[in-house]
Structures are given as C-alpha cells and as structure tokens.
C-alpha cells in the first residue's frame, strides 16, 4: 500500500453507532440496552472483566451474533441484517484461525481471492500488507514456522489487506509474553495511525486499553457503565467500580453527619471525618474513594496544608516498589493506601510509626456502587 492508499484509506474511516442492544443466550441477558458511538479514524476500546460480554459485542459488530433488540450502523448505513462478509468489518480473533497447512502469502491472499480479486492485484496488495507488518521476508513460511507475535502480524496483515472500513481486535495480545505484549501494542498504534482504520480493541487489561485507546467504554455484566478517554476514566470515574477497575483505589465506606455545623463524610470504623464538596451532595450510600498518590504521609507535628485535610493514623505495612513505596496506613479501623515517591537513600517509614496524612480535598470523590 502506498501514501495514497492510506489516504484513501483514512478517507473512508467510518463511524461505528451501536443502538439499544439487547442480546441473550437462552434466558441469560448477555447484552443490556447497549449504546456507543464510536467516531471515524477512533482507536477504541471495550474494556471489563471476564465475561461481560466483550467479545459478544465485538462478534455483533462484525455479524456474527444476532441481537434481539436494537440496531448496528457502519458508516450511517444499518448493517443488522447484513451477513458478515457484507458488513466492510474486519475481524481478528483471538486465537488467530491462520490455515496452518498455507503458507504466510497464501493465508494473507486467501480473502481476496475469495472476493474473486485478479491475480495481480492479489499479489500486489499481499505484499504490500506483508510489508506494512513487517514480514515480507518470511511470506513463504508457514504459521507453525513463527513466532507468536509474528502470527499475530500475519492475522493483522490478512485481516487489513481487504481494506474493511472498521478493523474489530479481540484480545489480540493476550498470547504473547510481557515484554512483546509491550512491543506489539505500539506497532498496533503505528498500524492503526497509518491506516487511520476505525478500530475496536477488546481487552482486560486496563494498562493496555489506557496506552493505546482515545477512548473507552467500561463494561460489566453486559452494561456500558463509562465511556471516555483514559484520563477521564482514572480521574472522575462515575461508579465505583469503574474507579476500582481503572488502578488503584482506597473505597472507603462511611455516613454524612453534621460536625461543627460543617457537614461531612465519617469514614467508618473511627477512621475521621473529612469535608465534602460544598455543590453537591454524594448520592445515597456513596463510599469516599481517593487514589493513593492523591494522599500525603507527613510527621504528626507538622503544620496544615491549604488545600489538605488531614487524618492521624498509623503505618501498618509498607512495599518498596523501586519508583514508589506504598504504605498501608490505619486510620481507626479503616486501611488505606499511599504512594509516595521514593528518592535515592531516603530510609522506610517503620511499622508502628504515628503519621498525619493529609489528603487532598479536591481530589475526593463520593461515589456508589
Ligand atoms: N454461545 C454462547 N451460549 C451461551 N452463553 C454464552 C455464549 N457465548 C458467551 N456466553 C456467555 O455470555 C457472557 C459473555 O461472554 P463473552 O464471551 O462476551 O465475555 P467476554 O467479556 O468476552 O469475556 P472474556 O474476557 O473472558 O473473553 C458469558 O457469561 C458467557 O458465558
Ligand atoms: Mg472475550
């Protein structure tokens, strides 16, 4: 493929809409009234745990599975009914599915000779996929011949040299080791920026979802719970399993009460009372939930912070991690997690050790389940 290829390629980035998607298995809802709009040239993600129908969306998309509610749009155009081969959406699975009796050439010009291309442009335009995952000197190899990352390229470069207009990825990574895993995804983006492909990615791994995607849509039990770019997600999550899903968070139960004609939030346990946002209340039985490098260990005697509120408590447990050590400090009888940065010969905290922690108030957030 070349310049022009991709322009034209990016030119015809379609837009993915998804409305109102029920879909069950027997009598098990897997989908609950599903919505997402997913912009043209958008690197997307589904992201959720096990089981919350990530993949049964995804094979929706691509026409595999068929809703019993709501529609499906490529392009402003409804694809519900429409057969897979039909839907210009290409689909990487999991487990790859290369023909293992074909060599790397022949698995990559299989679709296109299926759509009845003319040789030459067959062989054209395999190469030219081959060259843009980088595998144009093993084309005649066959899969078990290559490594894992290798035969991931190979089902990239066999699902884009049909040119679809939406590029869906299940788990694509999740067959190959930490440090390749790191690898692959940045030439994934490189892919899919050169291409500029409207594509899906489904993972687990929220680490993954966060360094690739513009933005994504977190899943559970078959309901979108937050759509938006990694940073949002980390920074307001809307619930709280959205907030212990993406990284590390202290989830503190507690009630409102009246203190001093301030109202605030007593964490549960005897562990004190911190301030709550002057605007708006938290919903009924929201939990305190705060990140552990939004909080700060500082001696029991040192002056207030602006800005800061504080608790007393002490060192329970403390990991050094290299970059960061993070302490687990006793508030009463609620624990909670800090990180503090470490710098060269700075000495651990010792367990039993009375501390202030001071948290910063802006950075509290109220949410329920
Ligand atoms: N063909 C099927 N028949 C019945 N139930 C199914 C079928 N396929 C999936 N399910 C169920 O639907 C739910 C969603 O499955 P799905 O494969 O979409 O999950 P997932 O989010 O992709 O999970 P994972 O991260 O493990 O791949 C699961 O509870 C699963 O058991
Ligand atoms: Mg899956």
Redesign the pocket.
């Known amino acids: 493929m070349n310049v022009h290829a991709h322009a034209a390629q990016r030119a015809q980035a379609a837009g993915i809409s998804i409305q109102g998607i029920d879909l069950s298995?027997?009598a098990?809802r897997?989908l609950k009234s599903v919505d997402l709009e997913i912009e043209p040239g958008e690197f997307f993600a589904f992201l959720?745990p096990?089981?919350?129908?990530?993949?049964?969306?995804l094979r929706l998309i691509a026409g595999f599975n068929v809703a019993q509610a709501g529609k499906v749009l490529v392009g402003g155009r409804d694809v519900s009914t429409l057969p897979p081969w039909k839907r210009d959406v290409g689909m990487v699975f999991q487990s790859y599915a290369l023909w293992p009796h074909m060599s790397v050439r022949r698995n990559v010009a299989f679709g296109l000779e299926e759509r009845g291309v003319r040789r030459a442009e067959v062989e054209r335009r395999v190469e030219a996929a081959l060259e843009l995952v980088g595998l144009g000197h093993l084309a005649d190899r066959k899969p078990s011949q290559l490594s894992g990352g290798q035969q991931q390229r190979v089902a990239l470069a066999r699902t884009v040299v049909v040119e679809p207009k939406v590029l869906l990825l299940d788990?694509p990574l999740s067959n190959l080791d930490a440090k390749l895993r790191v690898q692959m995804r940045r030439e994934l983006l490189d892919l899919q920026r050169k291409l500029g492909l409207t594509t899906i990615f489904?993972t687990?791994d929220q680490e993954e979802a966060n360094t690739i995607c513009d933005r994504i849509a977190v899943l559970n039990e078959g309901v979108v719970q937050q759509v938006g770019t990694p940073m949002e997600l980390y920074d307001r999550p809307v619930n709280l399993f959205v907030a212990g899903f993406l990284g590390t968070a202290n989830i503190l139960p507690g009630e409102l009460k009246s203190s001093g004609g301030e109202r605030v939030f007593a964490i549960a346990g005897g562990g004190g009372e911190v301030p709550l946002p002057r605007r708006e209340l938290p919903p009924m039985g929201a939990k305190l939930m705060f990140r552990p490098q939004n909080a700060a260990i500082v001696p029991a005697s040192a002056p207030a912070t602006a800005g800061r509120t504080r608790l007393m408590g002490r060192v329970s447990h403390c990991e050094f991690l290299g970059g960061t050590v993070r302490y687990v400090v006793k508030i009463g009888a609620a624990e909670m997690l800090i990180d503090v940065a470490h710098q060269a010969g700075e000495p651990l905290l010792d367990h039993g050790r009375d501390v202030a922690v001071d948290l910063a108030v802006d950075k509290l957030c109220y949410l329920a389940s």
């Open positions: 298995y027997g098990t897997v959720g096990s089981g919350c129908g990530k993949t049964t969306l788990e489904v687990h």
